[in-house]
């Protein structure tokens, strides 16, 4: 059984950094691209980023440059999203997901809400920044 586990979120204070975890099971991790997405209150989802972990490529979206690095770890299995100087504004619920195609899930960090078909979707980690 395929399963993506987000953990890590939570009630922080704005300029303060936070790592979030993607615990992935039922599938080759390093045959696929993995990403981060996020929806926060009363907003459409919208893509951060997403990572080749058979060769670390990376790939972020414009709106979150800067302040969003991920990575990823084959032997564990794992995707991280570490988010710096963290905002009020970066509250919402986030998602990692994994497709097969880079590239698929390039156009769907860039297009979302408009595309969102990716292979596995978690259940997603709610991370709340407190002024």
């Known amino acids: 059984e395929v399963q993506l586990v987000e953990s890590g979120g939570g009630l922080v204070q704005a300029g303060e950094s936070l790592r979030l975890s993607c615990a992935a099971s039922?599938?080759?991790?390093?045959?696929?691209?993995l990403g981060w997405f996020r929806q926060a209150p009363g907003k459409e989802r919208e893509g951060i980023g997403c990572?080749?972990?058979?060769?670390?490529?990376?790939y972020y979206a414009d709106s979150v440059k800067g302040r969003f690095t991920i990575s990823s770890d084959t032997a564990k299995k794992t995707l991280y999203l570490h988010i710096s100087s963290l905002k009020p504004e970066d509250t919402g619920v986030y998602y990692c997901?994994?497709?097969?195609?880079?590239?698929?899930?390039?156009?769907?960090?860039?297009?979302?809400?408009?595309?969102?078909?990716?292979?596995?979707w978690g259940k997603g980690t709610l991370v709340t920044v407190s002024s």
């Open positions: 990572i080749s972990p058979s060769d670390d490529k990376t």
């Open positions: 039922g599938f080759v991790f390093s045959d696929y691209a």
């Open positions: 997901a994994a497709d097969r195609s880079l590239a698929h899930t390039i156009l769907v960090v860039k297009t979302t809400p408009k595309s969102v078909g990716m292979d596995y």
